[in-house]
């Protein structure tokens, strides 16, 4: 009997043991709710755990670990330093969606290529799954266009801080021409001759034009330095009186006349050809400097400013683009791309 009751026992406690265990295996495990299969990044993976059966995310851990190896999408800004380089990258990473922004700043020039930017076609609200022409536009590679040294020197004479010229007295009038004289062209005889003929040059025929519209008269670059050093300027007044005959009235001009050291009139030469790149490494462009001077008091200041100095960037700036546009196969926008 006492054989028979202790097996009876030692069963009957067995079977409790191992039903405890059963149930604490039951309450402590976790549950899958839902599963990606194949680190699917479209669905996220929720389990149930033990702690009064909360529900966790293990969305983003899963996502990272997928991604330990290797990134799941590209993304990134790569900074380049020349044209051909942007080119290159761009036919390295574009694909059906990529595209090129080119904005014209004259200060801060500037060409993106988003590698991964939004499909052609309109919005799709409808989609449960999203607009499906809709990318993160994260995989991108810019070129700051670098202004060359002697563009930024001339334009900052032309333009200043304001946006208006620089006045400059004499000795930094001489100390400039001298740091640019390699800048400053002479003009060819059938510039100096004022006259378009088939004969010349395009670009003499349009620096021979542009002296006709504005009245002018180059110079060359020694004319220029000889007036930096020893250039002096005698104002003389006149009273003119223009009398109305058939009314009486009368008008009264004071005319001032600008007169050299040797009391005759100034004859001063008021553009000056310089030949300049817009961006460093490119090629130089011909464009017409004004040249002026303006009395104040005891003093004479001087202005230089760039005879519409937005053709030649304007040209630089598209025959870049359009190496670009060509060599990549992209359609290119003018502006700046979304944040």
């Known amino acids: 009997m006492t054989g028979i009751i202790d097996e009876t026992t030692t069963h009957s406690m067995a079977n409790t043991a191992e039903t405890m265990r059963d149930v604490m295996l039951e309450f402590g495990r976790t549950e899958d ?9 479209n669905q996220s993976h929720l389990v149930a755990t033990p702690s009064h059966r909360t529900i ?3 969305t983003e851990q899963q996502r990272k ?3 330990y190896l290797k990134p799941a999408r590209r993304k990134g800004i790569a900074r380049l330093d020349d044209l051909l380089s942007i080119i290159a990258w761009a036919k390295r990473f574009k694909g059906e969606t990529s595209v090129l922004f080119a904005k014209p700043d004259m200060t801060a020039p500037s060409l993106t290529c988003i590698a991964d930017y939004h499909a052609e076609g309109p919005v799709d609200h409808a989609s449960a799954t999203g607009d499906s022409t809709a990318r993160h536009c994260h995989h991108r590679a810019i070129y700051n266009f670098p202004l060359s ?6 334009m900052a004479v032309s333009c200043g801080k304001d946006g208006k010229p620089l006045l400059l007295e004499k000795d930094d009038l001489g100390e400039f021409i001298e740091a640019q004289a390699k800048d400053i062209m002479d003009p060819t005889p059938a510039v100096l001759a004022g006259k378009e ?6 670009w003499e025929n349009r620096l021979i034009l542009t002296a006709q519209k504005i009245e002018g008269r180059y110079g060359q670059l020694t004319q220029l330095l ?10 003389t007044s006149d009273l003119k009186v223009n009398t109305n005959r058939d009314t009486g009235e009368s008008e009264i001009q004071f005319l001032n006349e600008h007169k050299g050291v ?3 009139p100034l004859n001063i030469p008021n553009l000056i050809i310089i030949a300049i790149p817009v961006f460093m490494g490119g090629a130089p462009y ?3 400097v004004r040249f002026r001077y303006r009395k104040m008091g005891g003093s004479v200041r001087f202005i230089m400013s760039i005879y519409n100095p937005e053709k030649a960037f304007e040209a630089a700036f598209k025959e870049a683009v359009v190496q670009a546009t060509e060599a990549t196969e992209l359609p290119t926008f003018m502006g700046a791309p979304e944040a």
Do not use: Y
Not at 33 to 41: L, V
Not at 149 to 154: Q, R, V
Not at 226 to 234: D, E, L, Y
């Open 197 to 202: 003929d088939e004969k010349n040059h395009k």
């Open 33 to 41: 709710i839902t599963k990606p299969e194949d680190f699917d990044f």
């Open 226 to 235: 000889a007036m930096s050093k020893q250039f002096q300027v005698f104002e």
């Open 65 to 67: 670990a997928a991604e």
């Open 286 to 288: 011909r464009m017409p």
């Open 56 to 58: 966790q995310d293990l």
């Open 262 to 264: 040797d009391g005759k």
């Open 149 to 154: 040294e002697e563009w930024m020197a001339w």
